[in-house]
């Protein structure tokens, strides 16, 4: 044997590179998360930069002022009375005013030295004079952008206003950090990866290739459907009216810059002016009731309905009793009829009943489940009726047979129905809006909550993007531990005839 | 069992005692509203005040907030079932539906023609429902042109000069646009209520007067509609922000890559955390000068209340002068009543654009549904759009589709 192959090395070598960007993307994405939600709490975002001090501005016109000394002298007749600059913020004041001063050198041909992107600047002619504007694109390095205006007053210059559209952020500030964390993070993996594969023997290395293979397919896999909770999770950090602004260059980079808690504090009801609240109704007026109403609502609804299909299911799929298939098949009618047409008869039946408003109006005309009935039923003809005559014989009563054999094996199916059901009612908008009392805010429930962030024309989508981060909760929970039984009830059912 | 426990907490949690808030012996008067939340704050401080006024002892407000997005069907059922409010704040294009289902109350048995003349005619007029007054204007907004004043900058544009005539838009439009880099002058939607400022600057009516008839396919609804699909087609100044999964115009705009739009004052605050430097101007004339749509909310009493005469006094207490004066300056919305339009002083010169824009609104089309006219006619204006019908066959076959579809209901 021999002991390399190039071909193997070169897919090694493909294989670390891109195990090299996936890591450096995730982690970076990761870290620059944590850190947003930590900087989230301690920085909000600056709404209106302050005006520098008066002493900074003093220096700074001065420095100006001598370039526009220089300037007017060597050009007496000049006409420019207005000037204006919009201009990249560096570090210290000395630094950008002297690249600025660089920049208009350059421009009217006093100096040769200095950068300008001619493109984003140039000279406008006006009535008054001319008007001279520098446009700087935000990068990521450079996030400070300075709006400077001058107007000649005899033979000085004054600065008149100055105007800062974006300074740079906490996050800008970490960025660094978080970038250089990531790179190592990833280096380390690399490092292991390399020296597990130097301690496979080399007869197994063609596997270890596989597997790494496969892992990192899988980890892309991962990445891809994520990316919308991630999304989604990050949104809700954003200030309003920022939701939709992406990052130029890397639309992928959905991490806000300025990130803040606002959103959930909002929805929580955790802003002072809010908890100054005296009424007690309206106290209750919030997320967290909602959420408690839909998930009793939910829980309720997904108890009964799988308890109650799974008793018809059975007398369905083995009991005797006259014209069962036909009762069946009529039953299985009724679900071609679309449920919105029984919407309204049904509020009439619920509010003649007196429960307009209540929870229970919530499920009570959902509880008899035809398809729960007919999924069921059809798990329940698998089981074969030799089980239950040996329970019989052993002397099971009814309820037995049905607790102790059917529920049992027909537990992956049943929870099934018991995550749709949940998932249904979880989600119900028209009918829980139709049914809520809107007045006592203990009957509404998640999904008509949160359509109140929803205004005529505008909606506050960090605010819906925060609630949804709970929202996903309990659908996640329930998956999660419905998935353990999902592989446990399978194998268990697992019985030949 | 971990299940039953679960429960057991679940309904520790929910079980509340209902706090019950009729007041003191009172009548009771439920108002279904759909405001936001600093809304509904100031709502509050104006039914107190209704209240304490000694002529009305003897009534209490409820003022029930419900989600935007599902009023018309909560009001819907509510109403066959016989438990609708007594008066509710409604979306303008729903008051013609009400009224026709016979569910509002015609407010002139209430001498509303003497005062109807104090609201903004264009407002007012989407409660002009064959030949009765069934609403009040409660809440108005209309579109007007926002433009980024950095792009006209770099365009070499005075930045404090938004266009005037559409022929100027046209003209200024081509320094803007910049394709190649996905840069345009303007993003625009396509529905039937974004595409009525071209047909009002052109003096086009959609229906007639009296409901019966479709004027779309007449020559001035044609020129407008025209102009719309020459933006796209001929001169290439607008992006294709109407497609379907195309970059809206507010995303294009707060992203930059649109120099204008065509937006309502909703977006004000939005615009200014995103930090774009933008101004506001009229919607460009055309022959019939500068004019805009009509949005906002209408509010209307139910025929099943039995005191109308007593929300008919909340609902004009609610729109005076004062109280609109106040609403508008705290919240910066635009007045329903003209004699509002003197007490408020707004800060934000981008606003007082929108005020003196609302004045030149002329109303919309009056149907049963709104919805259904926007259904009907969209997928026409998107065929002049994609060239797969000029504009005179697109708004003949919508007039056929709306005449037998649309006015008949």
Redesign the interface.
């Known amino acids: 044997m021999k002991n390399m192959s190039p071909i193997r090395i070169v897919g090694f070598v493909a294989l670390l590179a891109v195990l090299m960007t996936i890591s450096v993307g995730i982690f970076g994405q990761l870290l620059k998360f944590g850190t947003m939600v930590v900087v989230s709490f301690t920085h909000q975002p600056v709404v209106n930069p302050k005006f520098p001090p008066a002493s900074d501005l003093k220096a700074f016109q001065q420095i100006i002022n001598k370039f526009f000394e220089a300037y007017n002298s060597s050009d007496p007749g000049n006409t420019i009375e207005h000037l204006s600059s919009s201009s990249t913020l560096e570090k210290t004041k000395e630094a950008f005013a002297s690249g600025f001063v660089k920049r208009y050198q350059n421009d009217f041909g006093l100096s040769l030295s200095g950068t300008v992107n001619k493109e984003e600047s140039f000279v406008q002619d006006s009535s008054l004079g001319a008007k001279i504007v520098y446009r700087t694109i935000f990068d990521k390095e450079k996030k400070g952008n300075a709006d400077f205006e001058f107007v000649r007053e005899g033979e000085v210059w004054k600065l008149k206003t100055v105007d800062f559209t974006r300074l740079r952020t906490t996050m800008d500030k970490s960025g660094k950090f978080v970038q250089g964390a990531a790179f190592s993070i990833s280096y380390l993996i690399i490092v292991v990866v390399i020296l597990k594969w130097l301690k496979t023997p080399v007869a197994r290395r063609y596997d270890f290739l596989k597997m790494l293979f496969l892992y990192e397919a899988l980890v892309i896999g991962v990445v891809v459907v994520m990316f919308p909770f991630f999304w989604m999770f990050s949104t809700a950090f954003k200030a309003s009216g920022t939701e939709l602004i992406f990052n130029e260059k890397n639309p992928f980079d959905i991490v806000p810059n300025e990130p803040t808690i606002n959103n959930f504090k909002r929805v929580l009801k955790m802003d002072p002016e809010q908890e100054a609240q005296t009424d007690p109704i309206e106290k209750k007026n919030n997320f967290s009731t909602y959420f408690v109403n839909s998930l009793l609502v939910a829980t309720t609804a997904a108890f009964f309905v799988t308890l109650l299909s799974a008793m018809a299911a059975y007398v369905f799929s083995k009991k005797e009793l006259p014209y069962k298939n036909a009762l069946f098949g009529f039953l299985l009618a009724t679900m071609m009829i679309p449920g919105l047409m029984f919407m309204v008869p049904q509020f009439f039946m619920i509010c003649k009943m007196g429960l307009c408003g209540t929870k229970l109006a919530m499920f009570l005309p959902h509880l008899a489940s035809v398809f729960g009935v007919f999924m069921l039923k059809q798990f329940m003809d698998t089981i074969p009726s030799s089980l239950l005559e040996a329970a019989r014989i052993d002397g099971a009563s009814e309820w037995q047979v049905f607790s102790v054999v059917i529920i049992p094996l027909a537990m992956p199916i049943i929870l099934t129905l018991f995550l749709l059901t949940f998932l249904f009612h979880w989600s119900n908008f028209l009918w829980q809006l139709i049914v809520t009392d809107f007045a006592n805010p203990l009957s509404i429930t998640l999904p008509v909550g949160l359509a109140l962030f929803r205004g005529q024309y505008t909606s506050e989508i960090g605010q819906i993007m925060s609630a949804s981060c709970f929202s996903i909760v309990p659908i996640a929970v329930l998956f999660l531990i419905a998935q353990k039984y999902f592989i446990e009830g399978m194998t268990q059912g697992a019985v030949k005839e | 069992m971990a299940?039953a426990v679960?429960?057991g907490l679940?309904?520790i949690?929910?079980w509340?005692q209902?706090?019950s808030?009729t007041p003191d012996g009172r009548t009771v008067l439920?108002f279904?509203h759909?405001y936001?939340d600093e809304e509904t704050s100031i709502l509050k401080e104006i039914i107190t005040e209704w209240e304490k006024k000694p002529e009305n002892a003897g009534w209490a407000i409820?003022a029930?907030?419900?989600?935007?997005?599902?009023h018309k069907?909560?009001l819907r059922?509510?109403l066959?079932?016989g438990?609708g409010p007594d008066m509710a704040r409604v979306?303008w294009s729903f008051v013609a539906e009400l009224a026709r289902k016979n569910s509002t109350v015609d407010l002139s048995e209430f001498g509303f023609d003497k005062i109807k003349d104090q609201y903004v005619p264009g407002p007012l007029q989407t409660n002009f429902i064959d030949g009765k007054y069934q609403g009040f204007p409660e809440q108005t907004?209309c579109l007007a042109l926002y433009y980024n004043k950095?792009m006209f900058?770099?365009a070499?544009l005075?930045p404090d000069r938004p266009p005037k005539t559409w022929d100027e838009f046209i003209e200024m439009g081509k320094k803007l646009t910049n394709s190649d880099k996905g840069i345009f002058a303007f993003g625009m939607d396509n529905s039937v209520w974004f595409s009525l400022p071209f047909f009002n600057t052109f003096g086009a009516k959609l229906i007639s007067g009296d409901g019966t008839k479709c004027l779309l396919n007449s020559e001035e609804a044609v020129k407008a509609i025209q102009l719309k699909a020459d933006l796209f087609l001929t001169h290439k100044i607008e992006a294709g922000a109407w497609r379907a999964g195309g970059t809206t115009p507010?995303?294009g705009f707060?992203?930059q890559l649109y120099a204008m739009i065509l937006s309502?004052p909703?977006?004000l605050?939005?615009?200014?955390?995103?930090?774009i430097?933008f101004g506001i101007g009229l919607i460009p004339a055309g022959p019939k000068g500068t004019s805009s749509n009509v949005?906002?909310?209408n509010a209307v009493i139910f025929k099943s209340s039995k005191y109308p005469k007593a929300c008919y006094d909340f609902l004009v207490y609610f729109t005076s002068p004062e109280v609109q004066a106040r609403w508008c300056q705290k919240l910066s919305q635009i007045p329903v009543n003209m004699k509002a339009y003197d007490l408020v002083k707004f800060e934000d010169k981008n606003l007082n654009v929108f005020l003196e824009q609302m004045k030149t609104t002329v109303g919309n089309p009056v149907v049963t549904s709104f919805e259904m006219l926007e259904n009907v006619v969209n997928p026409e204006l998107e065929a002049i759009l994609t060239g797969q019908k000029t504009a005179s066959e697109a708004m003949r076959d919508a007039c056929l589709k709306v005449e037998t579809k649309v006015l008949t209901q």
């Not at chain 2, 029930?64 to 599902?70: A, E, M």
């Not at chain 2, 605050?269 to 930090?275: L, Y």
């Open positions: 299940f679960f429960y679940l309904l949690l929910s509340n209902v706090v808030r439920a279904w759909t936001g409820r029930i907030r419900l989600p935007f997005d599902g069907p909560k059922t509510a066959t079932v438990l979306d907004n950095t900058r770099k070499g005075d507010e995303q707060q992203n309502g909703w977006n605050p939005k615009f200014i955390n995103s930090k430097d949005g906002g909310n």
